[in-house]
């Protein structure tokens, strides 16, 4: 965590429903970074990250929702995947060396990273699934972009290509001979980016006549999302409180409710990005309120949802609103009605919808008798052709492979 976070002054929030985002962005970035990287860059990094825009959708007068799900691959990661990537191929310029990033994933995260670092200069990235244990839809994101991404198939677990990675680190030969980096949502260049689209979110909300500061309700997993709300009200934007609104797997919801912290054994549900035991960024939400749990609470509520109560949420606002939610940003949505029954009924509340729900149609088509609209981008992806070298959850044949790679 950075040692202190700074504020953002008041001009800013004065004027910030005149900015667009990148201007938003950028102020933020600025503000962030200043110190460590020349304005020119860090406003370019910012352009070229935001290719997209996160609009704010009103369902109701209390209800709105912040859709992230216009980037490359369809999943707000690609907002802190994009900028870290832009970054780290900044750092590189001046290295002869090539920088090969490590990446195990289970689905997202992976396509985001691999997207994010796409054609940029300087950087290899070698992704490592396990066959047959993902989506086919994260498999063809994963699999057909080429050039300086490639995807390797590994006949095992998540875990085998964990530890893959994790050997490849702690490797004498390997880091001797190569340049080696992780990309894992623990970086702070990924969080960074993740409190531009909450600055935004106010904008757009003052755009539309309601100057209130709103409670914003975080589908949460990781806690990557919610940190980054949470440094993003630290740096002065007016939220009233954040919402952790978590499926079973609830360490966070716990904590609060308990004051301890227990990690536990991921639970396997429908809004699996969010299936996390011990969320990583436990400590940076700690850290950030000196660990103190009344501290937490005056802008923290959590809740935790059965999958049956994701399910009946996409239902009731397929019903009320004609709005089809992934669902993750159903878990969302059940923090938002939580609060307004428990908490306060009069608060505006914007739920962030973290994934487009024709990511997740396998999930939603059962659930509402519909199929999500397929956008033309991920329509797309679907009828390239994979590309992937397939290898056993061996440590040596892959060794092997990443110094062959480098020869
Ligand atoms: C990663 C992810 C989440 C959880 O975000 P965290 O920052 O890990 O809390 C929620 N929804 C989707 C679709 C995701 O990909």
């Given at each position: 965590m950075p040692e202190d976070i700074p504020q953002m002054p008041q001009r800013f929030f004065d004027n910030i429903h005149v900015l667009n985002f990148r201007e938003i962005a950028s102020a933020v970035a600025l503000t962030l970074l200043g110190d460590d990287l020349p304005a020119d860059v860090i406003v370019r990094i910012v352009d070229e990250t935001l290719s997209f825009n996160t609009p704010l959708v009103k369902l109701d007068d209390k209800n709105f929702i912040l859709e992230l799900f216009h980037g490359p691959t369809l999943a707000f990661k690609d907002v802190g995947a994009r900028f870290m990537a832009r970054l780290m191929a900044y750092y590189q310029k001046d290295s002869s060396e090539k920088c090969t990033v490590l990446v195990a994933t289970s689905g997202d995260t992976g396509s985001a990273v691999a997207n994010g670092f796409y054609g940029v200069e300087g950087i290899d990235v070698v992704l490592l699934y396990p066959s047959g244990k993902i989506s086919k839809i994260q498999e063809q994101q994963l699999t057909t972009l080429g050039k300086n991404i490639t995807a390797i198939e590994i006949e095992g677990s998540f875990d085998d290509c964990q530890d893959l990675v994790k050997q490849a680190f702690v490797d004498d030969e390997l880091n001797d001979k190569m340049m080696l980096s992780s990309a894992n949502s623990i970086n702070l260049a990924r969080l960074i980016p993740q409190t531009f689209y909450y600055f935004n979110a106010v904008a757009q909300l003052r755009n539309r006549g309601y100057n209130e500061a709103p409670v914003i309700s975080v589908p949460s997993g990781n806690l990557g999302n919610l940190s980054a709300g949470l440094i993003a009200k630290r740096m002065g934007l007016p939220v009233k409180s954040f919402i952790a609104a978590c499926n079973k797997n609830d360490s966070l919801t716990k904590y609060l409710l308990n004051g301890e912290y227990m990690a536990q054994k991921t639970k396997h549900t429908i809004s699996n990005a969010m299936d996390v035991g011990n969320p990583s960024n436990v400590v940076r939400i700690q850290d950030l309120y000196g660990y103190a749990i009344p501290f937490l609470k005056q802008d923290l509520h959590s809740w935790s949802f059965f999958d049956e109560e994701t399910r009946d949420m996409m239902r009731k606002a397929y019903k009320k609103y004609n709005y089809i939610l992934d669902p993750h940003g159903a878990v969302g949505l059940c923090g938002a009605e939580k609060y307004h029954k428990?908490?306060?009924?009069d608060d505006i509340i914007i739920t962030v919808e973290t994934a487009h729900p024709a990511k997740f149609g396998d999930i939603v088509e059962p659930v509402l008798g519909i199929k999500p609209p397929m956008p033309e981008r991920l329509e797309k992806v679907l009828h390239l052709e994979k590309k992937a070298i397939r290898m056993g959850a061996d440590f040596g044949v892959f060794k092997e492979y990443l110094l062959g790679r480098n020869a």
């Open positions: 428990m908490i306060d009924d």
